[in-house]
């Protein structure tokens, strides 16, 4: 387990990698963004799974689209949100700014589709779906 922002490791000489990043404004946080630049052939051939952490229900899809390639979500087991939390007291003026621009009815209030929190369950779902891949190919 490690923070990104904190170290950057070298994912080989691990079998199995599973990385996730809360979403800001659409996008994966940066360093996990330069981390899978960099290690992107390191981790090709891995078992891998996905998660983010996103407080927006119906944006799940088109944030792993825009976030992650097609060939990363179609070699990973699982791909998958965790949930999230969205806090408008907790934001800047710069941030309550450009959620104006790009997501102004979550400002207002009229969005009803928000994950209230992280989600167990789906912590779970990812982590049974790693060990029943693992199961299958008789790896566990």
């Known amino acids: ?29 940066r360093p996990l963004r330069n981390w899978l ?22 944006e799940i899809p088109q944030l792993m689209r825009s976030n992650f390639s097609l060939e990363l979500r179609n070699a990973s087991v699982v791909v998958d949100s965790f ?26 209030g009229q969005v009803t589709e928000l994950v209230p929190c992280i989600l167990p369950d789906r912590v779970k779902a990812f982590a049974d779906e790693i060990y029943d891949y693992l199961e299958i190919k008789g790896l566990m």
């Open 1 to 29: 387990l490690c923070d990104l922002r904190e170290e950057n490791p070298d994912p080989s000489g691990y079998d199995i990698i599973l990385f996730g990043s809360g979403i800001y404004f659409g996008r994966i946080l």
């Open 83 to 108: 949930g999230g939390e969205y806090s408008p007291k907790n934001l800047n003026l710069y941030e309550r700014t450009r959620l104006k621009l790009t997501h102004k009815e979550l400002l207002g």
């Open 37 to 58: 630049k960099e290690y992107w052939e390191v981790i090709r051939p891995k078992i891998k799974g996905v998660f983010i952490c996103n407080a927006l229900i119906d």
